[in-house]
């Protein structure tokens, strides 16, 4: 009997990247963005103008300093539930699905909701859902933005509900400060907007890896964005009316394409 050598780490992972990107490639023709190993892509317009993701709000545009959500950074949007900083994702989404381009969200919490979405006005041909369990989240948000597929990506990270008396306590998603910063260069190689939403607590491993930290709060209008920390802009708040987006997770529709298992009904 022949003996297969085994394959090394390296080699695993450079392998299961590139079966990703000819699977995305498959299913949404013409969207891959080619580049030359060890060459990063620019960030920048034709015209010398900064790379960028409206919002889909003016006021919320007008007070970011590219005027939208830099490409290829992380963008770290900290609030407490029903905040508002979801329905902001959701409506940068729907700015770039009409675009033509290809987003992804990564749903740790199986509380993604395809009719809420489409209500944004996001085109659910151009989306893939990634249900990812807490520790599977750094390495599939890694394969998501190497995958050069999407140009926006979200990251729903979700605190872990209470443990039962006596049970193992689960900390939510395992994301470190090193995985982090290894995020940040990744959207830096692949030109890809990092959109992470949380809990400020959630959020701690990601801030220092930001470009750009919002803090969303509720409000009688919709929500209130707060700049925290951006270099190019001192802090401002804005006002937003919108309404605030309702998770409920119920069964995907045909159309909208899933990666990961089956994620239970949460109200």
Known sequence: MRRVPAMNPASERHEIVEQLRRDIARRFPGVMRSAAPGVTVDARRPGGDPARHPTGH?????????????????????????????????????????????????????????????????????????????????????????????????L?????????????????????????????????????TLLALGTPAVLRPLTPAAALRLRATPSLAGTRITLDRCAAAPPATVELHMVRYAPYSLRAPAGLRLAGPPAGTRR
């Open 156 to 192: 729903d990270l979700l605190a872990a509900p209470d443990s039962a008396p006596g049970a193992a306590p689960d900390g939510g998603p395992d994301l470190t400060v090193a995985q982090a910063m290894r995020l940040a260069a990744l959207c830096r190689e692949a030109d890809v």
């Open 58 to 154: 003016p006021a919320l545009d007008a007070l970011l300093p590219d005027g939208g959500f830099p490409a290829g950074r992380i963008v770290a949007i900290a609030g407490p539930a029903s905040s508002g900083k979801l329905s902001v994702a959701l409506a940068a989404v729907a700015r770039a699905t009409a675009r033509g381009d290809c987003c992804a969200f990564i749903d740790t919490g199986g509380e993604f909701f395809p009719p809420s979405a489409a209500a944004c006005g996001i085109d659910l041909d151009r989306l893939l859902v990634v249900r990812a369990p807490p520790r599977a989240v750094p390495r599939a948000t890694a394969v998501t933005v190497q995958s050069r597929a999407f140009t926006l990506v979200v």
